[in-house]
């Protein structure tokens, strides 16, 4: 045994380089496993323990104003164990300097009654947290105390004890910082799904003040509910919408439709995925390339092998030595996965504390992670080296010291002719021979290439699935620089009203309602929008920037809304909307879009104002202004009552491109990372493997007379045509991964389109090419260095 044992360390010290570069490349299925399944285990754990210890609500709810007499009506609804009323209103935040609208919202905090549910928790100066009771009451000066969320004050640069404006029903107040905080309900702060902690803070204050300011003294205008052990949230929203409408209340939202935990479901949801494809597809390539290596490894050692075989080593021997040769392979891989996931699973934790706000987020890789890291790198190399190892038991001792035999080989006659009429060279033509006589071997070759190129490919999928839906989104659907969302519907007077201000060209309304759309006992909740059919500046478009036309009395669904509910073009369904009479209609479908986002229905403005009896009312205004003069619209936008969120076009994509698009940048670098390590591995084991098998042939082509040079044409001449051949057949894997894992992370909420941008496809032959060019290098100085006796003695 003490000869097999070093006889594996000789050829670990002969193979070093192989098996450091197939140990990278199953270091890249097990860095993807433990950096998507740590950051899995980190969200979650972070969001049971925040929500555990700030008692997030289960259900939430919005009226215009309901006395607080009426707290019982909703306490005793069944499953219902807890009820929290406050106060809560939309606010504008001005800072100095600052032109851009800043959305504000307000909740009021009760010092006789502590929040006990959605309880915010302040930052300490050392990084910890501790629980939020009361700001404090407004003070002599009219100057009122109040938390901040936290990720709103550090992206906007305030610090405690520093001072703000805020327009509060028409009269500006101020606000003195006391303490950052951070809420289980506003774990995620954005627009459009994408976070944007400058345009949007939360403050907390005193309620007495909050309540004066709105005259709302003895009232409330926000409900969270928690529920009793085993009920049911759909039950109790339901009962819950029928006590709504009789203080002016819209809807009721449990805590799975909640914006801030939806938009960190889909993420856990979006990672889970990958945590099982990546690994996946990083481990077929991994295992084809050990399967194609040791084939060949084993076939260059085949003499060896037959010679151990007859001095007495049995199969099993021979096959528990190969198996260690690889389990160090796997061994290398896991140990720097290992290094590379957590390291990699750090960083996104960094990243991740940016989109989502808790009082801490730590990496978390629990036992049975490390122990599937564990399983996949020792499958990865038993599974790749089976059937080599299976070769070496069949095969009998006296057959494997014989020479294998020469591989047939005849010249087409087509090729013959297609050398005469582009006379190749001597040298091109034996490149063109040497692949066309082993076609599997070369075929091999070819897929692993193409297979490394792929996963490239995939790596920059999410950077041009994101660029791509911001240009969709800014330049085709939304072409108006301003976004304008009013308090409460107002009269379309409103469009004349903002026409009017110095810079604005023209000026589009729409309207956005709740409804239930009802098929048979299929329903769903969504928001139905109402848009003028003629707009410019706000249209329907679908995936393929194709604009959608609308139809009065008729309603058209996203194709996932659609297939929820089962029905097509011209089938009808029945609308129960949410405001106004509620009123329960039947409305045709004229037509199902392919959307980015979510689950939508879209009617005609003309429509929906019709359905909801009240005249010709909007919620929404879509401003095309001159580039000089957004800043004063804005300004005087600003200073408007009842304008409730307004934001700039130009504002949001530049917090995306600063924040969103960073990150999607680098994460989609960390998997680009891995993938060219793949790359590498497999572009130099297929050179070098292929030096190992035809040193002997080189030497005896410079004994016959070809140059150094000559020879090395032929080694590197062999790669490259290799590579060409492995660009198209690659480029078109990935096209199909990209396809696949946009299939994979379609969700209810949020569909990637399948999208490769030209530089993506460039990138991926550059690292296939850049890969090629390294290992000819290599091979080239191995050409210079051949010992031609050597060579040959060791072929005889």
Same mark, same amino acid.
């Given at each position: ?96 300097? &600052? ?18 549910? #959605? ?42 004890? &520093? ?5 509060? #029903? ?303 989104? $800014? ?51 969504? &928001? ?9 500046? &706000? ?69 929906? #104002? ?63 990372? $891995? ?122």
């Amino acid at each position: 045994m003490m000869l097999l044992q070093r006889k594996l360390a000789r050829d670990l010290r002969r193979l070093w380089s192989q098996v450091l570069t197939i140990g990278l490349v199953v270091a890249s299925a097990v860095g993807a496993l433990l950096t998507t399944q740590a950051c899995v285990h980190s969200l979650q754990a972070a969001r049971d323990r925040f929500y555990a210890q700030a008692h997030m609500a289960d259900v939430f709810a919005s009226v215009r104003r309901a006395p607080r007499s009426a707290l019982p009506s909703f306490e005793n609804l069944p499953g219902v164990a807890q009820v929290q009323a406050t106060v809560e209103r939309p606010a504008r935040l001005l800072l100095p300097g &600052q032109v851009d609208p800043v959305m504000g919202h307000l909740v009021g905090v009760d010092a006789a009654r502590p929040l006990s549910l #959605n309880q915010p928790v302040l930052r300490q100066a050392d990084g910890s947290t501790r629980p939020a009771v009361w700001p404090g009451a407004q003070r002599s000066d009219g100057v009122m105390p109040a938390w901040i969320s936290e990720g709103f004050a550090q992206a906007r640069g305030l610090k405690v004890g &520093q001072q703000l404006q805020v327009l509060m #029903n028409g009269r500006l107040r101020t606000v003195e910082v006391v303490g950052l905080a951070l809420s289980p309900d506003a774990v995620f702060v954005g627009a459009m799904g994408m976070p944007d902690p400058r345009g949007y803070g939360i403050l907390w204050v005193d309620e007495q003040a909050l309540a004066a300011a709105w005259d709302l003294q003895g009232a409330f205008t926000r409900l969270a509910l928690r529920l009793a052990p085993g009920a049911r949230p759909d039950e109790v929203q339901a009962a819950l919408q029928d006590l709504l409408p009789r203080w002016g209340g819209r809807d009721a939202v449990p805590r799975r439709l909640q914006g801030s935990h939806q938009m960190l479901e889909n993420e856990i949801q979006e990672q889970g995925l990958l945590g099982t494809v990546l690994p996946l597809v990083f481990t077929a390539v991994s295992i084809f390339l050990l399967h194609v290596v040791m084939m060949r490894l084993v076939a260059t050692q085949r003499e060896q092998m037959a010679c151990l075989k007859a001095l007495g080593f049995s199969n099993l021997r021979l096959a528990v030595h190969l198996l260690q040769l690889v389990l160090v392979i796997a061994a290398v891989g896991w140990i720097v996965g290992g290094a590379l996931g957590w390291w990699a699973g750090q960083w996104l934790m960094g990243l991740y504390a940016e989109f989502f706000r808790f009082p801490d987020l730590p990496l978390v890789v629990p036992a049975a992670v490390w122990g599937q890291s564990v399983l996949l790198a020792g499958s990865t190399a038993v599974l790749g080296a089976a059937q080599a190892l299976l070769g070496i038991l069949r095969e009998s001792p006296a057959q494997a010291m014989q020479p294998p035999a020469p591989p047939r080989f005849r010249s087409a006659p087509w090729e013959a002719a297609l050398e005469r009429a582009l006379r190749l060279s001597l040298v091109l033509r034996m490149i063109l021979r040497q692949v066309r006589r082993r076609p599997w071997r070369s075929l091999f070759s070819v897929l692993g290439m193409a297979s490394a190129l792929a996963l490239v490919v995939m790596g920059n999928f999410f950077r041009d699935a994101i660029e791509h839906i911001v240009s969709r989104q $800014f330049d085709t659907i939304w072409r108006g620089q301003v976004q304008v969302m009013t308090i409460e519907a107002v009269q379309a007077d409103a469009l004349r009203e903002l026409s009017r201000l110095p810079g604005v060209v023209a000026v589009e309304g729409s309207r956005s309602v709740a409804a239930t759309l009802v098929q048979g006992h299929r329903s769903q909740r969504v &928001q139905l929008r109402g848009l003028d059919p003629q707009a410019q500046q &706000q249209r329907l478009v679908d995936l393929h920037g194709r604009v959608v036309p609308l139809q009065e009395d008729g309603v058209v669904l996203t194709d996932r809304l659609a297939a929820h509910l089962g029905v097509a073009v011209g089938d009808e369904l029945m609308v129960r909307l949410v405001e106004g009479p509620r009123p329960v209609v039947a409305l045709r479908v004229s037509g199902v879009v392919s959307e980015t986002m979510g689950l939508n229905a879209t009617t005609t403005l003309r429509t929906l #104002n019709r359905l909801l009896q009240e005249g010709d009312r909007i919620t929404g205004l879509s401003l095309l202004v001159h580039d000089q003069a957004l800043d004063s619209v804005l300004r005087s936008i600003t200073l408007m009552p009842r304008v409730g969120g307004a934001f700039s076009k130009a504002h949001l994509l530049r917090n995306m491109q600063a924040i969103t698009a960073r990150n999607i940048r680098i994460m989609s670098g960390i998997m680009t990372g $891995f993938a060219l390590v793949v790359a590498l591995g497999v572009v130099y084991n297929d050179a070098r493997i292929a030096w190992s098998e035809r040193k002997g042939e080189l030497a005896s082509l410079r004994v016959l007379g070809l140059t150094r040079a000559e020879v090395a044409q032929l080694m590197v001449g062999e790669q490259l045509v290799l590579v060409v051949l492995a660009l198209p057949l690659g480029m078109a894997l990935g096209w199909l991964l990209v396809w696949g894992l946009s299939v994979g992370l379609r969700s209810d909420q949020f569909q990637f389109p399948v999208v490769v941008l030209p530089r993506t496809y460039a990138l991926g032959a550059l690292s296939l090419l850049g890969a090629s060019f390294a290992s000819s290098v290599v091979m080239w100085r191995r050409v210079q260095g051949l010992d031609l006796v050597a060579a040959l003695k060791t072929r005889e």
